[in-house]
């Protein structure tokens, strides 16, 4: 069960780092550009994109206004 529920996990990290990813790129920012405008590092950005990080709303909440899509937008896309 715990290894099905880490999948599970990973899964939607894996989906929402490319969608933030996606949504980054069409609106032509880097990494550093995302991270500047949603006041998070450059690093935690490509960590995101990448599916290694389980995002707190509170960062989702920022990268959300950052990229200009509302929260529910985002996780259509999920």
Do not use: C, P, W
Request: glycine share 12%; hydrophobic share 35%.
């Amino acid at each position: 069960m715990q290894s099905m529920r880490n999948n599970t996990q990973k899964d939607i990290r894996v989906r929402y780092g490319a969608v933030v990813k996606t949504l980054r790129k069409k609106r032509g920012l880097s990494q550093e550009e995302l991270g500047g405008l949603s006041r998070l590092h450059r690093t935690y950005i490509s960590d995101i994109e990448g599916g290694g990080r389980n995002v707190s709303l509170v960062n989702v909440e920022k990268i959300a206004r950052a990229l200009g899509v509302s929260i529910d937008k985002m996780f259509r896309g999920l």
